[in-house]
């Protein structure tokens, strides 16, 4: 019986651990948006599901039997999830700030409240908890189809680039140890989902090892590489000033021309100053404007 409980309680804190680090891994995103001081191009819906999450399952480890670890980890995740939201909010333009109000509304101050009011009038003891652990459960298996939509767009794409593997990897592992902890604790409201997400965590990874070769590199755009008219508009090169259609065959043109390096202005400025040269010697400019 001290070993089984010291397994439960093992693992209960592995998956503590691992939580947190997963619920850390978008500080990242939330330093570029105070940086560049707006939200834009990010959306706020996970965050206000992930805090609708936290909700749900301390409501639930509030009446449930030695639920401690649920609530230490669900304690970090509403406040993590509470502060992006609130970086977000801050930064974000009128029309996200107002999405944003209108979701936390809905899941976090009507669904919330009306999943409280529901089992608080009508439910006692043993079957709140069963009602609440059947509400999180339900939610839960819900949370963990959304990758779906990843695996969909990989396998469509033959790209892994918007599936990290190092989060799958983490998110994977977090699944197993509650998983255990679930199993030990004979909580099937916690032990299930986490099948779910265990199984497409591995789908993840084994999707992410089949077209990882495949990826193109975000920092390069390949030009045509047919003969074709190809439209050249700079803004500025040196004191000159070029807006025009050429025909240009790309055949002339030397290799390390066709690849635009967008990693850094001065590299850009570089390849356009070469690229003009080039055109120069050629022939290929008729007019400066």
């Known amino acids: 019986m001290a070993v089984h409980f010291s397994l439960m309680f093992l693992f209960g ?17 939330f330093y570029q948006i105070r940086k560049k001081k707006t939200s834009e191009g990010f ?31 669900n304690v970090f995740t509403f406040f993590m999830q509470a ?6 909010l801050f930064y974000a333009t009128r029309n996200d ?33 069963q009602v609440l652990g059947w509400i999180c459960m339900v939610f839960s298996l819900c949370v963990f189809v959304a990758p779906l ?8 794409t ?21 998983f255990m902890y679930g199993f030990l604790k004979k909580d099937p409201y916690v032990a299930v989902p986490n099948i779910l997400g265990f199984s497409f965590g591995i789908v993840q990874m084994v999707l992410y090892l089949v077209y990882r070769k495949s990826t193109t590199p975000n920092n ?8 074709e008219v190809v439209v050249i508009d700079m ?18 043109v030397p290799p390390e021309l066709l690849v635009i390096n967008v990693a850094g202005e001065e590299e850009e400025n570089r390849r356009k100053e070469q690229l003009n040269k080039h055109m120069n010697k050629a022939g290929m400019v008729s007019n400066d404007s």
């Open 13 to 29: 804190l592995l998956g503590n651990a691992i939580s947190c680090m997963v619920c850390l891994a978008p500080l990242p995103t």
């Open 43 to 73: 959306q706020s819906l996970p965050y206000v599901i992930g805090l609708f999450s936290a909700m749900l399952w301390l409501f639930y480890a509030l009446f449930a039997k030695d639920a401690m670890l649920l609530i230490t980890i």
């Open 83 to 88: 502060f992006y939201i609130a970086v977000y």
């Open 97 to 129: 700030r107002m999405t944003t109000m209108k979701l936390l509304s809905f899941f976090n101050v009507v669904g919330f409240g009306a999943i409280c009011s529901f089992t608080l009038a009508f439910t006692r003891g043993a079957v709140r908890v």
């Open 149 to 156: 939509g990843i695996v969909r767009k990989v396998i469509k």
């Open 158 to 178: 033959k790209s892994v680039e918007f599936m990290p593997i190092s989060l799958s990897f983490f998110l994977t592992l977090s699944a197993v140890m509650w």
């Open 220 to 227: 390069c755009v390949d030009l045509p590489l047919k003969k």
């Open 235 to 252: 803004a500025k090169l040196g004191d000159q000033q070029i807006n025009q259609v050429v025909p240009v065959d790309p055949a002339a």
